[in-house]
């Protein structure tokens, strides 16, 4: 249902095939659809028409690819999903100008709502894409700290990750006709959901296997990003955080992330990973059934959880 309505939207042919080109690239490379899901999946389970819900998830969706767009940009990413990023296919200046664009194309989506709601779904929209922007400024300056504690890199992802997850429940709540509590409960869901998804995320990408990953395992350890498992494994502070310090100060390349990663293994990360994300999973259903939903209501979203831990991209 979500995937069709992306796939029909409809951009200029006969011309600025230089901004438009990259939109349908991005949009139709296709990725969970996790997002306009949820707002669907919301909208439909307090009662709504899941089909006047279909603009917004388009507009969620048309967000979140154009953060993409950019966060490729500003880490020089060449792979997502699969195949060739936008800036790496066309070059830089397209990519911000073409994410510009669907950024705005997002917020004309979303806007296509019942006036008796759009104020608070605006409201909602633009202060998550604040959230996203001050992640995505967080994520930046940690990457000239030396280190990070969990605190600060819980509040980076519950940014950059957790907020948009938190307004397309939330959204799709109202469309629905949730209450102003239900659909604040609902964005605690989304929220909570997605740190346990970035958790994941973090796992997978060393972890993972690059074939369902979509883009090299072993990116971040490269990159010294800081990730849940790098920033729970310095706070360790003993022999192995010592040892997982030198590590990270070695050269980009296979050898740096099989030592890395033997250190994680030895630190026994993979189980603090999963101990973590299933905490979050916890929390992101105690959220919901806290709602006024009916308990089979509330069973599509456990659902939700069970699909999303455990994954393999």
Avoid at 43 to 48: K, L, N, S, T, V
Avoid at 81 to 106: E, F
Avoid at 156 to 183: F, Q, V, Y
Wanted: proline fraction near 2%; hydrophobic fraction near 45%; charged fraction near 25%.
């Amino acid at each position: 249902m979500a995937e069709a309505e992306i796939r029909s939207i409809a951009f200029p042919s006969d011309k600025l095939e230089g901004l438009y080109a990259p939109i349908t690239y991005g949009m139709q490379a296709g990725g969970k659809r996790l997002r306009p899901t949820l707002l669907l999946m919301a909208a439909d389970a307090f009662g709504g028409d899941a089909s006047k819900a279909l603009k917004a998830a388009a507009g969620i969706e048309m967000f979140h690819n154009f953060t993409l767009l950019h966060d490729d940009v500003m880490d020089k990413s060449d792979l997502r999903r699969g195949r060739a990023t936008v800036h790496a296919k066309w070059d830089a200046n397209t990519a911000i100008l073409s994410g510009d664009t669907m950024l705005t194309l997002a917020t004309m989506l979303v806007a296509q709502v019942d006036d008796s709601i759009l104020r608070e779904v605006l409201d909602t929209f633009n202060t998550q894409a604040l959230r996203v922007y001050e992640g995505q400024r967080l994520d930046m300056d940690f990457e000239s700290m030396e280190t990070v504690d969990l605190d600060e890199y819980l509040e980076m992802i519950k940014c950059k990750t957790g907020a948009l997850l938190g307004a397309s429940a939330k959204i799709g709540a109202l469309i629905g006709g949730a209450s102003h509590e239900d659909a604040e409960r609902m964005y605690e869901f989304g929220l909570m959901l997605g740190v346990a998804f970035q958790i994941e995320d973090d796992y997978l990408d060393t972890f993972g296997n690059a074939d369902t990953f979509g883009k090299p395992i072993g990116g971040d350890i490269n990159n010294n990003k800081k990730t849940f498992l790098m920033v729970k494994g310095l706070a360790a502070a003993d022999a192995n955080s010592s040892a997982l310090r030198a590590a990270l100060s070695m050269p980009a390349g296979p050898t740096k992330v099989k030592t890395v990663t033997r250190i994680y293994e030895m630190m026994d990360m993979p189980a603090v990973s999963k101990a973590e994300v299933a905490a979050y999973s916890s929390k992101a259903l105690s959220a919901v059934k806290a709602t006024s939903l009916s308990d089979d209501k509330r069973e599509i979203f456990r659902k939700l959880i069970d699909k999303l831990i455990g994954r393999s991209k």
